[in-house]
């Protein structure tokens, strides 16, 4: 099983960023895919939330300004974050999980200069 994150990077206050998520080894449709973020010093964060029905879940932190979808096809999910702000500074990760499976990715840097 791999989830390989990527789009990550620096960018500055007010910019966009476009996280995707390939996974391989699982059949991506049964799984619910998510993102999550840890800051350093601070407990690893739920970010947003795709399950395998289609129905999204944001944390209140970034509502209308991230959206989550996922493409089946690809067996991808992608994070399209815009209007960034300096808190939103984190490794990001990608998670798919189904009934007591849970795989994670190794991350992505997010950095957001003031």
């Known amino acids: 099983v791999q989830l390989v994150e990527s789009g990550g990077g620096l960018v500055q206050a007010g910019g966009s960023l476009r996280l995707s998520c390939a996974a391989s080894g699982i059949s991506f449709r049964v799984y619910d895919m998510g993102w999550y973020r840890q800051a350093p010093g601070k407990p690893r964060e739920l970010v947003a939330t795709?399950?395998?029905?289609?129905?999204?879940n944001y944390a209140d932190s970034i509502k209308g300004r991230f959206t989550i979808s996922r493409d089946n096809a690809k067996n991808t999910v992608f994070l399209q974050m815009n209007s960034l702000k300096p808190e939103d500074t984190a490794v990001y990760y990608c998670?798919?999980?189904?009934?007591?499976?849970?795989?994670w990715g190794q991350g992505t840097q997010v950095t957001v200069s003031s």
């Open positions: 998670n798919a999980r189904t009934y007591d499976i849970n795989h």
């Open positions: 795709a399950t395998r029905e289609g129905t999204t």
